[in-house]
């Protein structure tokens, strides 16, 4: 259930792991004596479990062995029928995440007349639309990553996470623009907060922003997969240093 797609996975494999979601979405293990379960990550409960510090828990039954129950339907026995049904769940939880970008269509038509590179303009739709590869959302796909930010080690690594209200986030926009300082310092999600700067913003100081939190992802990334750390004036120096270079040669072929 744990295995990856690989470099050049087959039709079966890959239909296998389409199905995979499926199944991982409408299937909760029956805790027997425990060896198989990931506590933190795998769906055990019909809530997040919550810590109390036992040091074995009382539900654990060692002479059962753990498996894995269909929990869509009164019999526990998996159907055709109520897999379809968890595939269309899927399917509006995914079209629900997409439509509230798609609500705001005249603010889109002057996001995309930005006057910033195209993989600024990608990036930032990506970040709208909640389809960045944060941990927390990549936990939420059923990809088996610990959801907790690794740059801080604090909270789930959401998106509003990483680009906002994270610490490395914190201190490059401490040294932004005023305007950017007075708002708060979390956000309720990413979107939201990219709407509230719209209104606040000019165009220009829009922008920068999307381009600098472009570089934070960037850095995040570097930390995550290189274990390089990019000082926060460094980042906001080489994002407005590209912005500039990218808008100066834009003006000359104009
Ligand atoms: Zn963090």
């Given at each position: 259930m744990d295995a990856a797609l690989g470099h050049n996975p087959s039709y079966v494999w890959w239909s296998w792991l389409a199905a995979r979601e499926i199944i991982m979405e409408g299937a909760c293990w029956k805790v027997g004596?425990?060896?198989?379960?990931?506590?933190?990550?795998?769906?055990?409960?019909?809530?997040k479990p919550v810590f109390l510090?036992?040091?074995?828990?009382?539900?654990?039954?060692?002479t059962a062995r753990d498996s894995l129950i269909w929990k869509?339907?009164?019999?526990?026995k998996f159907t055709v029928k109520s897999a379809y049904q968890v595939a269309l769940q899927i399917k509006d939880q995914a079209q629900s995440e997409h439509s509230r970008a798609r609500m705001d269509r005249p603010i889109w038509k002057k996001i995309w007349k930005l006057n910033v590179p195209p993989k600024v303009l990608m990036f930032l739709w990506r970040a709208c639309s909640n389809i960045l590869s944060t941990r927390g959302n990549l936990h939420r796909r059923?990809?088996?990553?610990?959801?907790?930010?690794?740059?801080?080690?604090?909270?789930?690594?959401t998106v509003e996470h990483v680009l906002w209200e994270c610490l490395l986030a914190r201190n490059v926009w401490a040294l932004s623009s005023g305007k950017i300082q007075k708002c708060?310092?979390?956000?309720?999600?990413f979107y939201s907060l990219f709407r509230l700067l719209f209104d606040k913003l000019t165009p220009q100081e829009l922008e920068q922003w999307a381009t600098v939190s472009w570089a934070i992802w960037n850095a995040r990334n570097k930390f995550c997969f290189e274990k390089t750390q990019r000082h926060p004036e460094q980042i906001l120096r080489e994002a407005t240093g590209f912005l500039v270079e990218y808008q100066r040669l834009n003006a000359a072929q104009e």
């Open positions: 004596h425990g060896r198989n379960i990931e506590v933190s990550t795998h769906k055990w409960l019909s809530h510090g036992e040091a074995r828990p009382k539900m654990l039954n060692n869509e339907n009164g019999s526990n059923k990809v088996q990553v610990e959801p907790t930010c690794g740059l801080c080690c604090q909270c789930t690594e708060p310092n979390e956000a309720p999600e």
